[in-house]
C-alpha cells in the first residue's frame, strides 16, 4: 500500500492534549511500519483550525490540506492516513469537501484510532459510530472555542489584555499577557489630542 500522511494541530494546547504535530507522525511511521505500508510523504498543517474553510471558493483553507490534494493529483495513492478523522475536518461542510475532493482521485482515509473508517464503506453500524466520533469532536472544539471567549471577556471586563489588536500607543511583549506604554508612539497620541484642542 503506498499512503501519504496528514497531521494537524490547531493550536499550541493541543500538544499537551496528545495532539502534538511530533505525536502524530510518530503514531503514522510506527502504523505504515507494523502494517508494512509504504510511507510516501507527510503534510502538516500546524495552528489551524479543523473547520476553517474558504467562504468565497468554498475550498478547504489549510495550506498543508492543499499540498495533499495536489500530491494525489499526480501520484497513485491507497490512504490519506491519520491519527483520527477531527486532524482532517472538524465541521460537517469540511467532512463534506475533503470526502468530494479524495474520491475526485479515488482514496480513501485510513485513521489510526478509527479502523472502520472509509468514505466508501456504507455499513450502518461504523456510520453510527463514526458519526458519534465526528459529532463529540464538533462539541469539543465548540465548547473550547466557548471557554475562551468567557475568558477574554472575563479577563477584558477585569482591564485586562485579552488578546487582538493593541491600540495605538500601547505594546504588548512578546511571552507577557499585558500591555504597556509604547513611548514611541504615545508621543504621537499625545501630540493629536494636544492639535485637536486648539
Known sequence: MNVIGYVRASTQGQAKDGYSLAYQLDEIQAYCKQQGWTLLQTFYDEGIS?????????????????????????????YVLTLNTSRLWRSDIVKVLIHREFKKYGVDIKSIEQPQYSIYKKDPS????????ELLDQYQRLEIAMKLRRGRNKKAQQGGYAGGNVALGYKVKKGKKAIEVDNRQASTVQRVFERRKR
Not at 51 to 71: C, F, M
Not at 126 to 133: A, E, F, K, W
Request: aromatic share 2%; hydrophobic share 40%.
Open 50 to 78: 479543523g473547520a476553517k474553510i474558504n467562504e468565497d471558493t468554498l475550498e478547504v483553507d489549510r495550506g498543508g490540506l492543499q499540498n495533499v490534494l495536489h500530491y494525489l493529483s499526480s501520484n497513485k495513492v491507497d
Open 126 to 133: 461504523d456510520l453510527l459510530i463514526n458519526g458519534l466520533m
